[in-house]
């Protein structure tokens, strides 16, 4: 009888050879040349102190607290220093700040939903139906991942042309049947901050919820120069996220959700003594947790303290002011808006000729042949048909104030290559989807249909394409339900063996 190679396993040095060939795929995590999904702080020594601590806690179970104090006393302390940070630790009225470390932010934004859900089904008992979520549209998709899986009504806000969302906008939407409005600092497709003080204090007025999305920027703005007063100082925030593995550096996955009163944060919690086995108390949407994330954002936070986040903090301060300035120096390219964090949005400027404007996300994909990684946004139209235009994200690190002059110069070259082409040509596929009646009557493509389609765009299984220029062109064209399809099954295709 013949064996399986591979039934026989492989030695250890092999698993990591087969690990380090697959790493050669990735996009490259530090060094400050990838602009988006990774926060490089650019200091060799927190990394490995992360990793250190992130080990000696790896055999333990975030699901008992109890059974591991440890956990719950570092996660004690990254709620007081985030609290900190956000002015969370003045007692107001409204009951003191208190937290809990999530997986992640969407975890965080999806606890601030149903915490508000429960809190508005609760004082609103005859209210028939179900309640709104209000936020501009520029908020993170988290939250309409939150609405659907918790049963709210999306209400989106429009913004200007700029990114931008007017105070008054929001505010006519509060009633009675909002349970949540959202504002961001800053919100992340724009790097815009939202007018939080106005609309906090509105929501305070009518006592309705309002979090503050700090997902992004919640660990640099408390060091930023000149913001506006975003956080908890604000008295009608009654919720605030911040995520640790973004501009807190700590490793995937971990960020800190703050409510304005115990009571609001019980409102959190899931309990039951309602079966045969132990009793079931969670604080987050999972049972077991891993604590290695944790124990990474525990020692960064423990190493760095406030000074040394406010040093790296001035490092993005001046990589993002040099940025804009070249960007401001490139014909045919120019920053969206006002933003004020370590977040740029890349557009083709309006104010020149046609011809000599500068695609964004052809910009993206010669900046990347440069050896440069920033992050392709479709243009998004509004219900009120105000468009928001296709955009290029670049979050700025620590790190990239090292390399700011060459990525200044790679821009420009990459601009040179690519300007006056215009949005890359999407006929044929659309033709053919519109031919097939896919969005019509809520029509969508099938996983077969999908893959057909992503086929004749050059895509092929496990891998995704160079050049993404003519797929987020295709996106903007089709009704959101037949692209959402389409990235699905591209997405879907990925991970299959």
């Known amino acids: 009888m013949t064996r399986d190679a591979d039934a026989e396993g492989r030695s250890a040095s092999q698993v990591l ?14 060094g ?3 602009f988006a999904y990774v926060y490089d702080s650019g ?33 004690r302390d990254l709620v007081a220093f985030v609290r900190r940070a956000v002015n969370g630790h003045v007692r107001r009225a409204g009951g003191p700040v208190v937290g809990t470390v999530t997986s992640g932010g969407t975890e965080s934004c999806l606890l601030a939903v149903k915490t508000a859900r429960e809190l508005w089904r609760r004082d609103h008992p005859e209210h028939p139906g179900r309640p709104r979520l209000v936020a501009p549209v520029t908020a993170h998709a988290a939250f309409q991942k939150a609405a659907r899986l918790l049963d709210l009504e999306w209400d989106p806000v429009a913004c200007g042309p700029d990114g931008s969302v007017r105070a008054a906008d929001l505010v006519s939407r509060l009633d009675r049947d909002v349970a949540l409005v959202v504002v961001s600092a800053p919100a992340y497709p724009s790097g815009t901050i939202d007018p939080i003080a106005t609309v906090s204090d509105a929501a305070l007025a009518r006592g309705i919820s309002c979090h503050v999305d700090a997902c992004f920027g919640g660990l640099a ?9 975003w956080d908890f100082r604000n008295p009608g925030v009654t919720s605030l996220s911040a995520d640790l593995h973004k501009y807190g550096y700590a490793p995937k996955g971990v960020s800190v959700l703050l409510h304005r009163g ?22 987050t949407l999972l049972g077991s947790r891993s604590a290695a994330p944790v124990a990474a954002a525990w020692a960064i936070t423990q190493r760095l303290g406030p000074e040394g986040f406010q040093q790296l903090t001035a490092a993005c301060v001046r990589a993002t002011r040099q940025i804009a300035h070249a960007v401001g120096g490139i ?18 400027d309006p104010s020149v000729p046609v011809g000599e404007r500068v695609d964004p996300h052809r910009l993206a994909d010669a900046v990347g042949r440069l050896g440069f990684k920033i992050q392709h946004q479709p243009g998004f139209t ?8 296709r955009s290029a994200h670049l979050s700025i690190t620590p790190v990239t104030e090292h390399l700011a002059r060459d990525f200044a110069v790679a821009l420009a070259n990459a601009a040179d290559a690519v300007r006056g082409q ?47 220029a003519g797929l987020m062109a295709l996106v903007e064209e089709l009704p959101a339900p037949v692209a959402e399809a389409l990235l699905v099954e591209l997405l879907g295709r990925t991970g299959e063996p």
């Open 262 to 283: 115990r009571a609001r944060r019980r409102a959190q919690f899931f309990a039951t003594t309602r079966w045969p086995g132990y009793p079931v108390v969670n604080p």
């Open 422 to 468: 215009g949005r890359p040509a999407v006929g044929a596929p659309l033709a053919a989807l519109r031919a097939l009646g896919y969005g019509e009557r809520g029509r969508v493509p099938g996983p077969t249909a999908a893959w057909a389609i992503l086929r004749s765009l050059g895509i092929r299984k496990n891998t995704l394409p160079g050049d993404q």
């Open 17 to 30: 050879a087969r690990l380090r060939e697959l790493r050669e795929l990735d996009a490259p995590t530090h």
């Open 43 to 75: 200091l060799p020594e927190l990394d490995a102190l992360a990793g250190r601590a992130a080990e000696l806690a790896r055999p333990l179970n975030g699901l008992d607290p109890l059974a591991f104090p440890s956990i719950a006393a570092m996660e």
């Open 221 to 229: 703005l408390p060091w930023w120069p000149e913001t506006p007063v």
């Open 331 to 348: 014909r045919g390219l120019a920053v969206l808006g006002a933003p004020l964090g370590p977040a740029l949005a890349l557009i083709a």
């Open 32 to 34: 400050g040349r990838m």
């Open 382 to 389: 509004q219900a009120n048909g105000i468009r928001l235009p």
